[in-house]
Structures are given as C-alpha cells and as structure tokens.
Nanobody, 124 residues
Framework: QVQLVESGGGLVQAGGSLRLSCAAS????????MGWFREAPGKEREFVAA????????DYTDSVKGRFTISRDNPKNTVYLQMNSLKPEDTAVYYC?????????????????WGKGTLVTVSS
C-alpha cells in the first residue's frame, strides 16, 4: 500500500521558517515526481511546488518563489519543503503528492497519491 506521511507543521510567527517532510513508502520513490499543495480555510487546494525524479527540475507557484524550496532525498524516500519568510497568508494544511509523470503533478491522472496533510499556522 502506498503511504505518504507529512510532518513538520506547526505554529510560527510571521517572518519565521519551517521545514516540512513527506516520507513515502509502498512505491519505488525515484520513479515519482513529488509535489506540495496547500489548502487554506475557505479556499481551493492549490499547487505550491513540484520536483522531478532526481531534483534537476523544480517549479513553484508565484506567491512562494524566492521563499520556499522543494528538495528530495531519494535514498531516504523523502521530499522536503523549506519555507522561509513565512506570511500569515501561508497558513494552510499542506499536502504531499506523488505522480509518475512530472507533467501531470499539477492536475493528477495516472498513478497519483496524496498524503493526509500537516497544518501550518503563521501568526502576525
């Protein structure tokens, strides 16, 4: 069974930093592109960042460019999201996603899996 387990969320003041982790099991990790999405209160789930199988290619939504960094450690089957200069509008549940096709990481399709999320709260 495929499992994605997020961790690292919590409460932080504006301007602070957090690092989220997503540990994957039940899949051949390096076959998969990985992504982070978030869902703020009353808002649709939105794309945050994605990374291809070896970390050579990344993509970010405009609102986090220059502040967030996605990375992966394939031997540890783990993807990370380093979040710096956090803002109250970053408050959301953050979800990890795995997809066999980097081109489909934003929209899904094919082999596609989600974690259950970790809550990030940024206070002003």
């Amino acid at each position: 069974q495929v499992q994605l387990v997020e961790s690292g969320g919590g409460l932080v003041q504006a301007g602070g930093s957090l690092r989220l982790s997503c540990a994957a099991s039940g899949l051949t990790f390096y076959y998969y592109a990985m992504g982070w999405f978030r869902e703020a209160p009353g808002k649709e789930r939105e794309f945050v960042a994605a990374i291809n199988w070896n970390g050579a290619t990344t993509d970010y939504t405009d609102s986090v460019k220059g502040r967030f960094t996605i990375s992966r450690d394939n031997p540890k089957n783990t993807v990370y999201l380093q979040m710096n200069s956090l803002k109250p509008e970053d408050t959301a549940v953050y979800y990890c996603r795995a997809n066999r096709d980097y081109r489909q990481i934003r929209r899904g399709g094919g082999s596609d899996y989600w974690g259950k999320g970790t809550l990030v709260t940024v206070s002003s």
